[in-house]
């Protein structure tokens, strides 16, 4: 899986959409920028390198991590691991930002709000305790939710 992503007003995104692409609107922040995700068969900002999401799912969240080199090292290890992480599941979807390799993004899809909510904490508690551990240096972490527009209306 490859993709990319951009930010941007629904009608500008709306426009740039191919069949593949899935376009979401901002699920708990009214005013925020929408987030088109666009499969790319080649080279993209992005690349899977393991799990994957499930894209009929309507509710995704969107968890952006920024590490130094030993805590990619680690993340890698646990990503990997046979132990079970809320981000290592088979139906998680973790990719690497090509042009930082310390730069990753975990997608999942949801069907309700409740479980995204349970998911995140989950996940930022994770990394956490798994990553950061003692260590005091802060490191990029966030996360955010989304739904699927129905392309009528933004």
Do not use: C
């Amino acid at each position: 899986m490859n993709i990319t992503l951009k930010l941007g007003t629904y009608l500008f995104l709306k426009s740039q959409m191919s069949p593949s692409d899935t376009l979401l609107k901002p699920l708990f922040h009214a005013n925020a920028d929408h987030l088109l995700i666009k499969n790319l068969s080649t080279f993209a900002q992005y690349r899977g390198i393991s799990g994957v999401y499930e894209p009929l799912n309507n509710l995704y969240s969107l968890t952006y991590l920024k590490l130094n080199p030993d805590q990619a090292k680690l993340f890698e290890e646990k990503l990997f691991s046979i132990h079970s992480y809320s981000f290592n599941s088979t139906s998680t979807a973790v990719l690497q930002k090509r042009e930082s390799p310390r730069e990753y993004l975990i997608i999942k899809t949801f069907e309700t709000t409740s479980q995204i909510k349970v998911w995140q904490m989950l996940l930022q508690k994770e990394i956490q305790n798994q990553i950061q551990g003692s260590n005091e240096e802060d490191f990029g972490f966030f996360s955010k939710a989304y739904v699927v527009t129905d392309g009528t209306s933004a």
